[in-house]
């Protein structure tokens, strides 16, 4: 017995020493290889403890997210946000406890003015449908001012489609195909659509990248298709266009966006035909022409005299040649991936670039004529009650339907790894996204969304969401008070009244 133990003891030492000369070994090699090599000073000068530091640079990504970051600090989305999208879409309770974890000191902050005697319950300010496009042959009331902004079929998964497309049904939004074209996922669920029309004309391209009427009447015969969005750019990378790798070209997506299978397909920086007001308004009114239905741009503000010049160029021509809507997305709106200087530095916030369109479109005379829809980082509900009393008629959210998906914010939507299955086509990762789960997330939280607005509606005093006027909003300044929105931007749309 004793010597068995024994025989076991030197066996574990033995293997010990083994161990310890192999690992002494490796660190040796490899600290050779980190002194020859010439492209990590840091390696050169510190062989094998200098590896340490990529390695905890990589991990204080997680540390920081999970243990170390305060609720309010991460970017872009910080922890409270998307908790509170998590808990909306879980359909739980929204009431909390004690009082609010929310610095209302903070510059920026929008805080909503309670109106003295609120309307009594009954009277609660619930949304009512607008109308888009009154002179399109098919105009479109549209019931939800909260829609699903566009997201390509390819950027998302299969199954994440098909969860936005079921989950926009029941939820009642609309949901926008982005510049990919129309798959039948997007179809699925039965939810209304808006056609996004890209620079490559997915979708709705004759062989040579050309947009193809006959394509376009193909399109806008499925009645889910409401709306034709032509797409000049998005906040997140304005005036790039990309690439879709050959190898990304399956017989599916060739087939879906009209393109040869297994050959690279080049999107340009903008729509080739298009240099000017003019020929924007030709080409809107073409596709009205075509489809019957209401057709508008989708865009991110640079100058502001651009949309000027574009609101006296439909003056000029009529107000029957405006487009139907301008969707506004923000220099701060999201992406698949784009190059890191136009993400970061070039595209005017929503929070500022929203008020100054308002007023120039009012100012045009063409508040009832062309529907202002806003995106960019607007998945809460104040940042949505925020964007309508800026003058917004619908806004739209990309990122906050992800999180609706269960996305983690892992910020990998470029590299086909990431682990919630929604913007990756590996079979493995797209495993854990149940769509007959998830549809249900994607309502739950539009339809939070909604009523949370109109509950701060009904607190303001008015009888509808879209009723918010500037007047109704103060934003928090460096000095700690708050000045109305209506001061720092003067509209000349109707002042507030709390009824
Ligand atoms: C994964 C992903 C894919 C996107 N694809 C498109 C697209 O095809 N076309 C487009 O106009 N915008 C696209 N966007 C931008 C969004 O539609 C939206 O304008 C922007 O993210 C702002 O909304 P958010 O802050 O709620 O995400 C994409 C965004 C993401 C995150």
């Not at 490559?200 to 499925?222: C, M, N, P, Q």
């Not at 992800?402 to 470029?414: S, V």
């Not at 303001?460 to 209506?486: C, F, N, W, Y």
Request: hydrophobic residues 40%; charged residues 20%.
């Amino acid at each position: 017995m004793m010597e068995a133990i024994s025989w076991y003891i030197e066996a574990i030492a033995i293997l010990f020493w083994v161990v310890v000369g192999f690992v002494l070994m490796a660190a040796i090699v490899i600290g050779i290889l980190d002194r020859l090599q010439k492209a990590d000073a840091i390696r050169r000068n510190y062989p094998v403890i200098g590896r340490f530091r990529g390695l905890f640079t990589s991990l204080g990504e997680f540390f920081r997210q999970y243990f170390f970051a305060m609720d309010r600090e991460e970017l872009p989305f910080n922890r409270a946000q998307r908790d509170w999208v998590k808990e909306a879409s879980d359909g739980t309770s929204n009431t909390r406890a004690f009082g609010s974890t929310r610095n209302i000191s903070v510059v920026g902050t929008s805080i909503f003015t309670p109106a003295p005697f609120p309307p009594l319950d009954d009277m609660y300010a619930a949304t009512e449908p607008l109308v888009i496009g009154p002179g399109a042959r098919q105009p479109y009331h549209a019931p939800s001012f909260f829609n699903i902004s566009g997201m390509s079929y390819g950027a998302l998964s299969r199954p994440a489609v098909r969860a936005l497309s079921r989950g926009a049904k029941l939820g009642g939004f609309w949901l926008n195909t982005g510049e990919g074209g129309l798959s039948p996922y997007h179809l699925e669920g039965g939810a209304d659509i808006v056609f996004q029309i890209g620079t490559a004309k997915y979708g709705v391209r004759d062989a040579d990248g050309r947009l193809s009427d006959e394509k376009l009447t193909e399109i806008a015969a499925h009645p889910q298709v409401r709306m034709f969005e032509l797409k000049l750019a998005q906040g997140a990378k304005p005036g790039k266009g990309g690439i879709l790798p050959g190898a990304k070209v399956t017989e599916e997506i060739a087939r879906i966006r009209g393109i040869p299978v297994g050959e690279s397909s080049i999107s340009p920086n903008r729509h080739p035909e298009v240099a000017s007001n003019a020929q924007l308004l030709d080409l809107i009114g073409h596709i009205r022409r075509v489809t019957g239905k209401p057709v508008g741009i989708k865009t991110v503000m640079g100058l502001e005299e651009s949309f000027g010049a574009l609101f006296e160029e439909i003056r000029q021509r009529g107000i029957e040649s405006a487009p139907d809507f301008i969707t506004l997305d923000g220099g701060e709106g999201g992406t698949g991936a784009s190059p890191m200087p136009l993400m970061d530095l070039v595209g005017v916030s929503i929070r500022e670039s929203l008020p100054v369109l308002a007023d120039l479109r009012d100012r045009a005379g063409l508040k009832d004529r062309i529907r202002i829809i806003a995106s960019g980082k607007l998945i809460n509900p104040g940042d949505v009650a925020w964007a309508l009393a800026a003058g917004a008629d619908f806004i739209t959210s990309a990122r906050g339907f992800m999180f609706a998906l269960g996305c983690i914010q892992a910020m990998k939507c470029n590299r086909n790894t990431c682990p919630t299955g929604i913007t990756t086509h590996d079979p493995r990762f797209q495993a854990g996204l149940v769509v007959e789960d998830k549809d249900k997330r994607v309502a739950q939280y539009g339809q939070a969304i909604i009523r949370e607005v109109e509950t701060i509606a009904h607190s303001v005093g008015v009888s509808e969401p879209r009723k918010l006027t500037r007047s109704h909003v103060r934003i928090v300044q460096s000095d700690g008070s708050s000045v109305a929105m209506s001061q720092m931007f003067p509209s000349i749309a109707p002042s507030a009244t709390h009824s």
